[in-house]
């Protein structure tokens, strides 16, 4: 398969308000946008270097995937996204080689994304999503 | 400060021998080469997206700060980089903003580069480094 880029860094926050400022104002990276994303029972806020974005991911509610992670970790790097040129390459390539991928199929995502991740016990540690790009 | 790009996402294996494959050989991200760094007990494995690079650290011993993680937090995600166009002008505004540098004077690190950390308790939970090209 072929990486292109970091595309984003995704940093489980427990507020958006307390915790978006430093990578706003004090590191100064340029705001994209924030948007709920009901289905992921997430508020994203996009902060992008221009070369990677960082993603930061506040809960929803109490039950969702970021809300879990914060009680089992607490606060931090949650995933780390990769853009591949052809993500249906990647994954088949990925399960021929017996790695643990969570979407077989792409679901579409943010900004019609096509997106997967790969299970952290296939990377030693990491959630690692894989991201192509409609454009 | 001005961030120019996610340089790097450092990542503590317990092996690289036994993790690094997954990174070169599945995601096929290129192999830009292996340090030991006895100043700070790692042995580093460096692959570039080309736009990114993700940095694998193994220990060299059992009191070194990657041990410590890895004790504390097991595998994953250790830090995050960015680089910046000054690291000085940044450690100043970093500092008058009250934040928690690590280096006051930035440190010099692997082919020149000029080095700081921010600590996770200034950023809610993630260990930023940041990084100043020297060419």
Redesign the interface.
Known sequence: ??????EH?G????SLE??AP?WKH????SHRGTKILEREGVTTGIYD????KVELLESLGDDSPIAKFLEK?????HH?C?EVENIYDAIT??LD?G?DVIYKEPKVGAEGYLVTFIH?K?????L?ELVQNPD
């Open positions: 398969m072929k990486i292109i880029s970091i860094i940093i489980a926050v427990k307390n915790d430093f004090v590191l100064n990276i270097t221009g070369r990677g970790h607490g606060p931090g790097v780390i990769f390539e990925l080689a790695v952290p296939s990377t030693g540690g990491v690692v």
